[in-house]
């Protein structure tokens, strides 16, 4: 008796759609956050080394694809490689968004957001390098960083929690507060880059002439530090009365906590800055400042997230129509 056969269907030639799934794709969603926030600090390097035009030529150095020979060329240079590969890794997690299984279409708009970051950056270096490190094309180039990684912080904590997930909160001081720090620590970032551009470091070596920021005279240098200390300052208070509201509305306390780690990171950037003022400001501690401020950020972003969405307010009970209260 012969036996019956099933017949198999033939798959010669055709290849298993690529995927990435959930786990993957938040460790990729980490790795940009991460590489993000490196080339920061690579940027800031550069800076603070003098080496902003080491490369005074932009996509190419000096008219050639290598570096000539020197310190500040190749730091520069180096920067421009590091930043290619940020600009494969946010190119890597823009595909994972579309092959991510499942699909979402939050995740997808803010992966794709990160390229398109990197590729102004690009953009604005190059104008930055043109018009020969002018403070307001540097001040842009450094706040551009700081808007690409609010996305990356979303990406991340979005790709953690499933879609829909951000519990209303209805502590209404809490989230407003925190959204307030959010919005004084971008003041605060915009008045240190400001001080920046009116202090010594303008980026370019000895022999180069730099614009620096003089709408004050002589004196724009300290008037913009007494700005820049006054906002942080505000921002101080506000974190510990944030803080303390949440204690006493029942809030748990956790080293962890971002507000707790946030008034952590401001007490210690207020002791690097003071110290670095009185040191005539060396390069190595405004370096240490921009690395702590940028942590500081991505803190203050994390608190915001943390926080939730605001619970809608209870809608009033509606009134007895008259012909009822009447009858009653």
Request: with cysteine.
């Amino acid at each position: 008796m012969a036996t019956s056969q099933i017949p198999v269907a033939r798959t010669r030639g055709v290849r298993p759609r690529f995927s990435v799934d959930e786990r993957r794709f938040t460790t990729l969603s980490w790795v940009a956050l991460i590489a993000l926030t490196l080339i920061v600090f690579s940027g800031a390097a550069v800076r603070l080394t003098d080496s902003g035009l080491g490369c005074p030529t932009w996509p190419r150095c000096a008219g050639h694809i290598y570096p000539p020979l020197g310190v500040h060329p190749l730091i520069e240079f180096s920067n421009r490689v590091l930043s290619g590969f940020v600009g494969i890794i946010v190119a890597v997690i823009a595909v994972a968004a579309l092959k991510r299984k499942p699909f979402r279409r939050d995740l997808a708009w803010l992966a794709w957001s990160l390229p398109l970051g990197v590729v102004a950056q690009a953009v604005l270096g190059g104008f930055t390098v043109r018009e020969h490190l002018a403070p307001g094309f540097v001040m842009s180039h450094f706040l551009l960083s700081m808007v690409i990684i609010i996305f990356a912080v979303m990406l991340v904590w979005r790709s953690i929690h499933p879609a829909g997930w951000r519990p209303p909160n209805p502590d209404r001081l809490v989230v407003y507060g925190v959204r307030l720090l959010g919005l004084l620590c971008a003041f605060t970032l915009f008045a240190g880059t400001a001080a920046t551009a009116a202090g010594p470091h303008s980026g370019g070596h000895v022999g180069q002439v730099i614009k620096r920021l003089t709408f004050k005279g002589p004196d724009t240098l300290e008037w913009v530090v007494n700005q820049h200390a006054t906002i942080a300052v505000v921002l101080g208070v506000l974190t510990i009365a944030v803080w303390f509201l949440k204690r006493h509305h029942g809030h748990p306390f956790s080293p962890a906590e971002p507000i707790t780690v946030l008034g952590v990171l401001l007490a210690a950037q207020g002791l690097i800055g003071a110290v670095q003022y009185e040191l005539k400001l060396p390069a190595e501690m405004v370096w240490v400042h921009v690395v702590m401020a940028t942590i500081t950020w991505i803190v203050t972003l994390w608190a915001i997230a943390v926080e939730g969405r605001l619970a809608p307010r209870a809608l009033p009970a509606p009134a007895a129509p008259a012909s009822a209260a009447a009858a009653g």
